[in-house]
């Protein structure tokens, strides 16, 4: 079946660190991919997508893209700031109708 | 525009029980999907509405139920509640059933606890 594979975390980074959040993905079909972001407190946000193998989704600095061939869609920024802590979603999605979650990897960004 | 507005924010039942959970969509939204989100793990899929119409269904059991209004509001019941069905219940709205890349716009969620 349709899965998506996030790495465990908590993650935490000072401030201006690299961040690297893993994902990867099982599918039988050729999904769409995104990441969405949950601030404290808020609902799920998007935060960038891509809909076919190779696109780069980008948004706020944040860029992943889609790597058919390791079935992955790792997230990245150069640069993290406090501002940035939250809890992170991969997600794939064939149609819209329904998405299929990761199970979410809390980052801390620390002064 | 208004945003995705879900009622009430927390819930306590008892097994056994039935709940009714609300959602109003966001503005211009015609499809509402719900999820459930236990602790520790990411959202899962229960059912989507489009138009008033079940679209869709995730892997849950029939005494999770649903209605969508003319307006786009939303209704999630379930009947016959368990322990496990304690979770973080969300709501997602959006424009259209379906699309490469749809937006979900999401509520901030009920929590519900079952005693």
């Known amino acids: 079946g349709d899965s998506v594979t996030q790495m465990e975390g908590p993650v935490t980074l000072s401030e201006e660190a690299f961040l690297t959040i893993n994902c990867t993905y099982t599918a039988t079909g050729y999904p769409s991919l995104f990441w969405y972001v949950q601030y404290p407190g808020e609902g799920l946000q998007l935060l960038l997508k891509?809909?076919?193998?190779?696109d780069k989704g980008s948004n706020k600095g944040f860029e992943a893209t889609y790597r058919k061939e390791t079935t992955s869609f790792h997230l990245e920024k150069g640069s993290v700031q406090v501002s940035d802590s939250a809890v992170y979603f991969c997600?794939?999605?064939?149609?819209?109708?329904?998405?299929?979650f990761g199970t979410g990897t809390s980052l801390t960004v620390i002064p | 525009e208004t945003g995705v507005t879900q009622s009430p924010t927390h819930l306590i039942k008892t097994r056994g029980q039935q709940v009714t959970l609300r959602c109003s969509s966001q503005s211009g939204h015609n499809t509402v999907s719900w999820y459930q989100q236990a602790l520790g793990q990411g959202p899962q899929f229960i059912f989507q509405y489009y138009r008033e119409e079940e679209n869709g269904r995730g892997n849950f059991p029939p005494r999770f139920s649903g209605l969508q209004f003319p307006n786009y509001s939303s209704e999630l019941n379930v009947n016959a509640l368990e322990l496990d069905d304690s979770a973080l219940y969300l709501c997602?709205?959006?424009?259209?059933?379906?699309?490469?890349?749809?937006?979900?716009?999401f509520g901030s969620g009920t929590q519900l606890s079952v005693l």
């Open positions: 891509a809909t076919k193998a190779d």
């Open positions: 997600a794939l999605s064939y149609t819209g109708n329904q998405f299929y």
């Open positions: 997602a709205s959006s424009l259209g059933s379906g699309g490469f890349g749809e937006k979900l716009f």
